[in-house]
């Protein structure tokens, strides 16, 4: 494992869903419910991780294993502060309690990631046999 790919890939992530929680935050306030407000945030998560997880594939040697960024990926969560307090993800949706909306959320994004990290590494696996 590369610290590089991990840690980087770790601080790329937690930037974007932090982003991502302060839109869903600002489209949350100009509506009646929270609940927009959430699925955005959860949209914008999910497409983080994507956008983070291709971009840290590309910058992948051929020596690196796809664990890295698994490992990236799921720290990211905890470098994100908005999860500490259930407040990064779609959580809410489910629970009122803020641990238990930050468990929902923390599964949900290590599932998404290696979701992704594993349909990149398939993809790249493919394109590095028919090279």
């Keep these: 494992m590369r610290p590089f790919v991990v840690l980087g890939s770790a601080v790329t992530v ?11 935050g600002v489209v949350a306030s100009n509506q009646i419910a929270v609940t927009p407000g959430v699925i955005t945030r959860g949209i914008l998560v999910a497409v983080a991780i994507g956008i983070t997880g291709l971009i840290w594939t590309l910058r992948l040697r051929p020596t690196d294993r796809s664990e890295s960024l698994v490992a990236g990926l799921s720290l990211g969560w905890f470098l994100d502060f908005a999860n ?20 929902i959320d923390l599964i949900l994004w290590v599932g998404l990631a290696i979701g992704v990290v ?11 046999r028919t090279s």
Excluded at 14 to 24: C, M, N, P, Q
Excluded at 84 to 103: C, K, P, R, T, Y
Aim: no cysteine.
């Design 14 to 24: 937690a930037f974007l869903g932090l982003i991502a929680a302060i839109v869903g």
């Design 84 to 103: 500490w307090s259930g407040n990064g993800g779609i959580g809410q949706l489910f629970s009122d309690s803020g641990v238990a909306a930050a468990m």
């Design 118 to 128: 594993a349909l990149l590494s398939s993809s790249r696996d493919r394109l590095a």
